[in-house]
């Protein structure tokens, strides 16, 4: 198969020819439809987020089943159209028992210390034989492995393509919107950066009945996107004050999103809270990047600050599901640029650039 690989001291991907992996007990190999490009993947090629190298990165993906490991129980069948998870849940830990697969402990201890799968070996290897760290599935790929645990059927009457980012994008927002900012009908919401998390945490806010959903960011392509998926106000905080407008628009949010990672934006968000209010942060950042919060207003107006990873991919992934076969989100509009797996490297240089509105998708279709 052909994979887009991460090399050790690489700045960038290179497409090459590598084994066919091979799926083991509980897993499934999956026929790659597309995979979506993520920023979490572009932390990981510049250096910014630890991980092992050479590796497949590539974490939200759609595609075909084409073979169970030898001994797999699953109510799924070869020749479905899935959705894959980006957390892999392995079912049987402690945080999985008690239904939290967004904190699996072998996840984050295997997966994402270490590129293997819970067994502790990678499923790829390359040409020459040597280890090929996996980020999640390693979606980045003509053919991958994942765990049955983090598959749900794909949703009826969606592009396969498009619907891959239901596996990040969705799943992420879902988790800050549904569980994280228990966001109800009449809140108002801010989203502190307009990219492609930030656009998908609008439709899943609206998806909730948010009565004002307002997006920031110094962009305006991405705040015209923003009014497009639903948000009801745009403030390009490079022009204006964002935490004074946001505000004077709202009188304060019930829940606000920071989805940039950044410290200064961190900071804005929670400063957008009106009195009981949320901040959720689902930015990424930087490696050991702090944020000041003020405390005496953290504690006299009862503002609540919690991080959000993720959803709980076996319970959540087929609600994420559901609400994109209902319309709610529509994953066609969201996605703004496609590309084949040789330009893939060409996709993630763009995304640093800040040239990507929306969400991009490397559209795979694996040769049979």
Do not use: W
């Not at 899943?204 to 009945?209: I, K, L, P, T």
């Not at 009188?251 to 009195?275: I, K, N, W, Y």
């Amino acid at each position: 198969m052909r994979a887009a690989v991460l090399e050790e001291g690489a700045a960038g991907l290179r497409v090459m020819e590598l084994r066919t992996p091979v799926p083991q007990r509980g897993e499934a190999l999956i026929r790659v439809e597309a995979c979506g490009v993520c920023h979490t993947d572009l932390h990981v090629i510049k250096g910014e987020v630890g991980f092992p190298r050479p590796a497949v990165l590539g974490h939200e993906i759609s595609g075909t089943i084409v073979a169970f490991g030898e001994g797999t129980s699953t109510s799924l069948e070869v020749g479905d159209a899935v959705v894959g998870g980006f957390i892999m849940p392995c079912g049987t830990c402690r945080q999985c028992e008690r239904g939290r697969d967004d904190m699996c402990v072998e996840f984050f201890a295997q997966n994402r210390l270490r590129g293997t799968l819970y067994d502790g070996t990678s499923r790829l290897a390359m040409p020459d034989g040597s280890f090929l760290a996996m980020y999640s599935m390693g979606g980045l790929a003509e053919y991958c492995v994942t765990p049955v645990t983090a598959l749900t059927p794909a949703p009826v009457g969606v592009d396969l393509a498009s619907a891959c980012i239901l596996g990040c994008a969705g799943l992420t927002s879902y988790g800050a919107v549904f569980r994280a900012g228990g966001v109800r009908e009449g809140d108002r919401v801010a989203i502190v950066g307009a990219g492609g998390i930030g656009g998908a945490v609008i439709r899943m806010a609206v998806a909730a009945g948010a009565s004002r959903i307002v997006a920031v960011d110094i962009a305006a392509d991405k705040l015209a996107q923003a009014l497009r998926l639903g948000a009801t106000d745009a403030v390009d905080s490079s022009t204006t004050d964002a935490v004074a407008e946001v505000r004077h628009l709202t009188g304060g949010v019930d829940v606000a999103f920071e989805a940039l990672g950044r410290p200064a934006t961190f900071e804005q968000a929670s400063r957008m809270l009106d009195d009981g209010g949320r901040m959720v942060a689902i930015g990424i950042a930087d490696g050991q990047a702090t944020a000041s919060i003020e405390i005496t207003p953290l504690v006299r107006r009862g503002y609540t600050i919690v991080g959000s990873y993720g959803g709980r991919t076996r319970q959540d992934l087929p609600e994420v599901v559901g609400i994109a076969e209902r319309g709610g989100f529509d994953t066609s509009s969201m996605v703004t640029r496609r590309v084949s797996l040789d330009e893939a490297p060409d996709a993630y240089a763009a995304l640093a650039r800040g040239e990507i509105v929306g969400r991009a998708i490397v559209e795979i279709g694996a040769r049979s």
